[in-house]
């Protein structure tokens, strides 16, 4: 779906580097959420935020942080990036309103830590 | 908090074939239950989903019934394709809206 963005598609980092994962969307939706996806695991919530004054943990959220700068907004930071968050990130909205709580995914940041 | 299993992990069938994904849940307050298919390299789209209101949803050849009393709900496809190949997740979502997500299974059709 065109209308949640995220860069940079692809990164390459070393162990103990400070990185940033960036997530846009035109769609106006309140909620945004960011997920890892690891073969065999699935889909996990590392945080969400239901709307730009609102932060909360998720499942995985140790080593990593977030800001919600705007509606439109919600960063993904790895203060010090280990191997084992070696993963495909994904952001994504969802809009309350609806009757039913659709969840639009960007196209995915594939990170490598080294 | 709400935790999603499901199975088969993987899973290959002949082309025509129907394929049969099972999800359990804990929470019983879950009230939602979306399905998503995730392409190779592309991200995951829902295909359908079910209220707790009711019991089966048919959408051409894909279907989702829910058994609310077991906690289980499940993805059917019928006549499949060799589109239909891909990982599908099931999740599952309460009041609050934050949804829960099971571990995928890679259905492969084979022509």
């Known amino acids: 779906d065109a209308d949640v963005t995220q860069t940079p598609r692809n990164r390459i980092t070393k162990t103990g580097k400070r990185i940033m994962l960036e997530c846009s969307q035109t769609?106006?939706?309140?909620?945004m959420y960011w997920y890892r996806q690891d073969p065999g695991l699935g889909l996990r919530l590392i945080y969400y935020?239901?709307?730009?004054?609102?932060?909360n943990k998720g499942e995985i959220s140790d080593g990593y942080s977030v800001s919600r700068q705007a509606q439109a907004k919600f960063s993904l930071s790895l203060e010090s990036a280990i191997p084992n968050q070696t993963a495909l990130y994904f952001c994504?909205?969802?809009?309350?309103?609806?009757?039913?709580?659709?969840?639009?995914f960007g196209p995915g940041t594939r990170l490598l830590v080294l | 908090g709400e935790n999603v299993e499901q199975h088969p992990s993987t899973l290959s069938v002949q082309e025509g074939d129907s394929a049969v994904i099972k999800c359990t849940y804990s929470?019983?307050?879950?009230?939602?239950f979306p399905w998503y298919k995730q392409e190779l390299g592309k991200r995951p789209q829902l295909i359908i989903d079910?209220?707790?209101?009711?019991g089966e949803k048919k959408d051409q050849r894909i279907a989702v019934t829910l058994n609310k009393t077991a906690k289980h709900f499940s993805l059917h496809i019928t006549e499949t394709q060799p589109e239909d190949s891909a990982v599908y997740f099931c999740?599952?979502?309460?009041?609050?809206?934050?949804?829960?997500f099971g571990t995928g299974t890679k259905l492969q059709v084979i022509p």
């Open positions: 994504a909205t969802s809009d309350p309103g609806q009757v039913k709580e659709t969840q639009y």
């Open positions: 769609k106006g939706h309140d909620r």
């Open positions: 935020s239901f709307d730009v004054k609102d932060i």
């Open positions: 929470d019983s307050a879950s009230n939602y």
């Open positions: 079910i209220r707790s209101n009711v």
């Open positions: 999740a599952a979502s309460g009041g609050y809206q934050k949804v829960t």
